[in-house]
Every structure is written in C-alpha cells, then in structure tokens.
C-alpha cells in the first residue's frame, strides 16, 4: 500500500529524484513520507508526517550537497499510528542502514523481542524498524558485509514486504520482494538505476525496465545490477522490457481531481477494453466451458465486479460462476480440483488477498485466468490466461474506469461463452457510444445540483435486484470511499426483512432501475420505502412517479450495469468535493492494497 522509490547512479539529486518520484506514487500511500540519501560517508533522513504532494523543497543538509543514492517512501500506516517516528527510512541503531517497506512482517514482533535480548532499542512501533537492527545484528555477529546480512535478515523474515536498503560506509543500493511489488528502470545514463512500487515512479526518466519476482534480490553497484534468488543464494537473470506507457496519460490535465479525469474518460475506455483478441477471448471462453467448477474472485470494487459476473455468466450464458471475494478464497479450498478454473480481477494485479488465493488455487493444480489493467503486474505474470483491460494509468484511489472496463469484459466473457461473441461485442459498441453521449457537462450540472441537495445526509441506502444487486453494493462502496457518508447497498427484496427499520424522513435511497424483468419489482421495493418517507433518487432509462429525483441513463439491456454504476461515480465524487473531502485520496485507503 506504500510508494516505494530508490535511485542510483551518476545524477548528483537523487534524493530531490526521490521526492519528485514519491510525488508520483502519492495514490499508493500518503500518511507520511521521508527520504533518505547517503551523503559522502553519512546517511542523511528527513521525513514527515502528511502528504508528500504539499512538500515543496527537502532541507538544506540534503540539497546543499550532491548524493548520488536515495530512497523514499510514502506511507499507509499499518503497524504503529501517523506520526514522525513511524514514517520510514528506518534506521538500524548504529545508523548505518536506512530502510524502506512495503507489506507486514507478520513474525516482527517474534524478531523485536530476540534482538532487545541482544540490547537492541526500538524507536518506532513499526515492523519495519526490526529488519533495519536484523540487518545491523548479521553484520556486526559474524563480520558479514551488508549484502550478505540483507539477505541473511530476509531468510528469516515471514510474511510480504518490498524492502530497500542502503548503507552510509556503501555505495551499494539493495532491493528484495516477496508479496509486494518492486521494479527495476535502466536509466538512460551509463550506471543508472531506479526502483519504484509501481512503474510512474520513473516514467518521466526510462521506460526500460526489468521485474523482480517473488523471493528475488538486486544488487546495485558500480558495476551494475546482479539478481539473485533469496532462498538459494543463485543467480538469477532478468531480461529487460520496454513499457509502451505515456506519462501523459497519468496527469490531470485541466481536470480538478484524477477521479473526475477517470470518469470522464469512460467515453473511450469502454471500447478500448472490448478492442481484445478474440482469438484470446474464445480461449477463455473455452476455458470456462471445460472447467469443473469455474470461480470468479476480486476484492472491495473488483470483488463487486466478480459478484455481477455471476449475474451475467448466469444470464447470458446459462453457465453456474462461484463467486467468492479474494479474501475468503481459501475457505472454499476443498472444492478445488487440477479440472477447476480461477477467473482473478483487480485493477493492480498486485492484490495481496487474490495473490494469495492464486498460491492456494496453484497448490491444487487449478488454472488461473486474470483480468487486469496492469499486464506487467504480479498477477499477470503468474496467470495461465490474461485479459488486459487496457484503461490506462487509474491513479484515484476509487476505481471507476477500471470498474466499467472489467464489467466490460465479463460481459463479452459470457456472450462468448454462449457463442455469442459477436452479439456481445455489438452491444458493447452500442453501450460506449451510449456513455460517449451521456458524459457531458449537462449531465454532470445535474448530478452535482443533487449532491448539493443531499451533501448534509448521515446515511443513503441503494437498491438493485438481479444484474443491478451487486451495482448496489459498488454504489455503496464509492459512496463511502469518497463522501464518507454512511451508505448501504441492499437487494430490493431483502429490505422488508431487517434494513426498512433504517428509514425515516428524508432518509436518500437511490433505486437502481433496469429495463428488464426485475422494474416491477424494483420499483415495488422502492414504493416501501417512498411510504415510510424516504427520499427516492431512481438511476433509470425512464422517469417513475416514485422518484423524487432522477438520473437518467440509457437502456443498455445486459450491458446495464456499466452505464448504471456511472452516474453514482459522478455524485459521489461532487459530494466528496462539497463536504471538502479528497476524491482521489480518501482517509484510510490506499490504491494498491497489498497488504492483507
């Protein structure tokens, strides 16, 4: 969950290299942030507490002086609370090695207690702060050299990190990850290196890159990058990769906020996502028709995205998904077998909870197919199949285009099931011209007059039924995420059996209406509501005299969920934006969550 960015080379900035990179990775992590840098034979660490984007300058003790070798981090708190103590670079207590993390180091506590037995103090309640001292033990307990006591500590490390390490005495830069994701840039200057959580990073300075995998070290010194495998010690060589990725892409523009820029580029995405291979579908496809037992995973929206892929395989292609979030996975183990097949989505690829439950599916010989928008990422990599949902850098916090471009393929997924593909992939054009046509500032003016209206609530509710159920609960989801106002999504029919008792005056329920068979029903459930003085809000193709207030959308038959989810991206990003909040960092999320 945290930005991760480390140089090396001949550039004698690279700790203000650092800050511009961490700049950059703000959306994975923005609790605190520091830097450290290895001036002449000094570490020099300046870190703090808020975002690294209101950082303007670092201090005069690092900028006054050339450094050729930096690391920062941006971070999402997990072990200790927000404080200066807790921001990384660690320091051993010798001060000699500063770190960086990413992940839990689920056995720390086991390791703090052993080294205060050998008089180690702990400044900080993070489990970060243990490998620094592990480090400094190895090398002071048996005169190992740095690099040898790095990876001496992570033998005895249990649980995800991506860990950066420097030495004030070294001009060596060491990297490791196991869970959490690190990658290599070559810089365009003889002897360049740098390392990100995640490729924009270093955009602006290379493209070329080359991947660490799980359980795999670097080595970066003057004569260049070494590999290796940290449980066996063995070389390990990594082939160099140009990303074709425009910086471009990853900047506002003229939009306020990223999430904004996100949801108006829905106009295009949608039809780059169905712009696949067909070759390629039809072999996923196949896949789903030859598995015994085909499950269907994702966590938070992705997990919203699996649950409505149920409905739609159901529907469209009269074909039993099981749904599971990627969390609860694991539980479901003993229905496995080497004949099932393992459909993962996220928009990462990096996932903690869905990596994890493809080790347990691999463990049981299933097949692992992914969707994702990142094709260079963990989960790609280790997929038997992948489909790219090719969204483009998503850097809000709340996914929006990454959301309707995974309902987008799941969509043409279960048309091609049916041996409909090319019946899918009309609907889909159909629909992206549809969205082209909805998005305008019109349309925007109208869902931010009713954000205005509702900013002041304490709780809304959402209902949806069949196809729409699951939208209800990613409506919910965005919701929360952004305006932090308490929402709740339900299936209609579940409402007279425990939530109703929730209504009262004025109480906002959006009813999510599709043109199908279940309107009647919806607005049935709606009209209960309605009587028991709740404010109804009716996202529909058509107005209903239930409605206090309505949004439309175009009737987009199986394709509703796509354009339904839309309008409720749009009002809780403008309430966000009127109770003051920040659409694109909200409290206590991060982008990528890579920790379990």
Known sequence: MCGIFGYFGPQNNA?????????NLEYRGYDSWGIACKIGNHLEVERHVGKISDAKALKPDITQHPNHIAIGHS?????????????????????KVAIVHNGIIENYAELREELKGFGYKFRSETDTETVAHLIEYFMDHGNHSF??????????????YALL?????????????KGSPLIVGIGALDNEYFIGSDVPAFLEHTNRVMYLDDNQMVVIKKAGATFSDTRTDEKVERRVVELTL????????????????????????LSLAINQDPALIQKMAKAIKNAYGTFMIGCGTAGKVAQTGEYLFSRIAKKHINFTFGSEFAYHK????????????SQSGETADTLEAIEVARDKG?????????????????SDIVLPIKAGPEKAVASTKATTSQLAILTLLAYATAGKLAEGEQLLVATAGKINDMLNPRYEDHIRALADKIMHVESMYIIGRGLNYPIALEAAIKLQEVSYIHAEGFA?????????????????????????????????NAMEIKSRGGHIIGVSPENSEIFDDWIRVPDAGNASPIVNIIPIQILAYHLGVLRQNNPDMPRNLAKSVTVK
């Not at 390490?165 to 490791?176: F, P, S, V, Y």
């Open 15 to 23: 700790a203000q290299m650092a800050l511009e990179g961490l700049k």
């Open 75 to 95: 971070r999402w708190a997990t072990h200790g609370g927000v404080t200066e103590k807790n921001a990384h670079p660690h320091l051993s207590q010798d001060n």
């Open 147 to 160: 690099v040898d006591s790095f990876s001496m500590a992570l033998k005895r490390l249990e649980g995800r």
């Open 165 to 177: 390490a420097i030495h004030r005495d070294e001009k060596t830069l060491i990297a490791a990850r």
């Open 246 to 269: 425009n910086i471009e892409k990853a900047e506002k523009g003229s939009y306020s906020h990223f999430m904004l820029k996100e949801i108006m580029e829905q106009k295009n995405t």
């Open 334 to 345: 003993e229905f496995l077998t080497d004949r099932s097949l393992l459909i993962c989505i």
């Open 366 to 382: 299933v097949k692992i197919a992914s969707i994702v928008n990142v094709e260079s990422s963990t989960m790609a990599r280790v």
């Open 492 to 524: 209609g029919g579940e409402l007279k059996h425990g939530p109703i008792a929730l209504i009262s005056e004025g109480t906002p329920c959006i009813a999510i209406v599709a043109n199908d068979e279940t309107r009647a029903d919806i607005l049935s």
